[in-house]
């Protein structure tokens, strides 16, 4: 089974901040990495798909990164809407979910 | 425009059997490379992803739940219905259904999810 670690856990960020999650993956996953943020109540919404893919509709100062067993997600400005909870999913072999990296309110 | 609903009890007891049922519009799942997928997020933590079926009915499931998730489609019924045997109140947490499209490996469209609570 492929494992799914994210860090950090928690961020804690100020409006206009550089944001940079982490990804890993327990074995190699090339580029098969999908992005998704997550608010309070709500389903969560796919941001990035196959490690860089911006999905329509997506803010540009969202983009995604890495291949093999690294990848990051940043945000390049961080704005109000963007506080809320970002999970990666690995779709290489089955699918598996990081545990998530809650972006809040410095 | 794609939507998702998911339906069931809210409230099993332990041991039981659960159905769920995922009624979809917007899409055929008769069409190649679409699947539909069950997720579940337990309340605080993190997303986890059960089982996923696919246009060809070829069935995928979470190797930690496998032995008790069944995953079928009715295509005519535009339904996904996903069961899971034994359960247990670890299992209470919000099922959602998602679709997942022929070009993609991400889910990009969700059901609102439904809340089920196991308890005697």
């Known amino acids: 089974d492929i494992q799914m670690t994210q860090s950090p ?19 190699s996953i090339s580029s098969w990495l ?54 990666c999913q690995q779709y290489n072999s089955l699918l598996t979910f990081g545990g998530g990296t809650k972006v809040e309110i410095k | 425009q794609i939507t998702l609903k998911e339906s069931g009890p809210t409230l099993v007891k332990p041991t039981q059997t659960l159905t769920l049922t995922c009624t979809f519009s917007g899409f055929s799942l008769s069409t190649s490379g679409v699947g539909v997928g069950w997720i579940r997020q337990p309340p605080g933590k993190a997303l986890e992803w059960l089982a996923l079926i696919y246009w060809d009915d070829d069935k995928r499931y979470s190797p930690s739940l496998k032995s008790r998730l069944t995953i079928t489609k009715d295509t005519s019924k535009n339904q996904v219905v996903l ?15 998602a679709h997942r499209g022929g070009l993609r490996g991400g889910f990009d469209i969700w059901g609102q999810g439904t809340v089920v609570t196991v308890s005697s």
């Open chain 1, 34 to 87: 999908a992005w998704y943020q997550q608010k309070p109540g709500k389903a969560p919404k796919l941001l990035i798909d196959k490690a860089s893919g911006l999905e329509s509709g997506v803010p540009s100062r969202f983009s995604g990164s890495g291949s093999g067993t690294e990848f990051t997600l940043t945000i390049s400005s961080l704005q109000p809407d963007d506080f809320a909870t970002y999970y």
């Open chain 2, 83 to 97: 069961t899971m045997t034994n359960m247990d109140p670890v299992d209470t947490a919000t099922y959602s259904c």
């Open chain 1, 9 to 27: 856990s928690t961020l804690s960020a100020s409006v206009g901040d550089r944001v940079t999650i982490t990804c890993r993956a327990s074995q």
